[in-house]
């Protein structure tokens, strides 16, 4: 994955055959279709992995004892101001239908899983009260936000890449419409 993510960032994604990453990476190129059977097997993968980063990214920015919505709203702030921004995902992108990394990670698999996945993990902020609004299931939830992130990734909000004008846009519109008890919304622009 290492020499992949390397010869894909210095060569792109359609010059790094599996044969040179396998090479790069030390392996034979039947060793390297063990493991990916395919190009796109492989592009799917290393998207997981950079998703996988940048999970952990945001929660080790969060201060100790973050709640869910601290970590929703950051995870946003992140997706909007840096993931769109990523080298790895931009160049991969290329090979998407409409060459956007919204594309990509929307073809991300079990991508909706996992989001709703962490609401039914932490269903509660630490202190009984319940995260979702009454109503809202944990799937839907999870759709929300995933429509949420690429909107934020095809960059169709105005400001969007500035974090604070993301933190505010995620605390006034996003988090009233599925948590139970959101923050306060900021003033926006000054007022």
């Known amino acids: 994955m290492d020499a992949a993510e390397r010869s894909i960032l210095r060569r792109g994604f359609a010059a790094s055959t599996m044969e040179l990453i396998a090479h790069e990476a030390g392996y034979s190129r039947a060793a390297m279709y063990r ?29 100790a004892g973050a709640g869910v919505v601290e970590l929703l709203t950051e995870g946003l702030v992140i997706v909007a101001t840096e993931l ?14 409409d060459g956007s990394v919204a594309h990509l990670v929307a073809q991300a698999a079990q991508l909706d899983e996992l989001v709703a996945l962490m609401f039914d993990a932490a269903d509660d902020d630490g202190d009984g009260r319940l995260v979702l609004r009454a109503g809202v299931e944990a799937g839907d939830a999870g759709q929300f936000l995933i429509a949420t ?4 990734l095809l960059g169709v909000v105005p400001g969007i890449d500035d974090p604070e004008t993301a933190r505010r846009y995620v605390r006034t519109f996003v988090l009233p419409a599925i948590v139970s008890d959101p923050p306060p919304p900021q003033p926006v622009f000054g007022s």
């Open 35 to 63: 493991h990916f059977p395919n190009r796109r097997v492989l592009l799917e993968a290393l998207v997981a992995r950079k998703t996988r980063r940048h999970q952990t990214e945001i929660l080790d920015r969060l201060p």
């Open 84 to 97: 769109i921004h990523d080298p790895l995902l931009q160049t991969l992108s290329e090979q998407t239908d």
């Open 149 to 152: 992130a690429l909107t934020l």
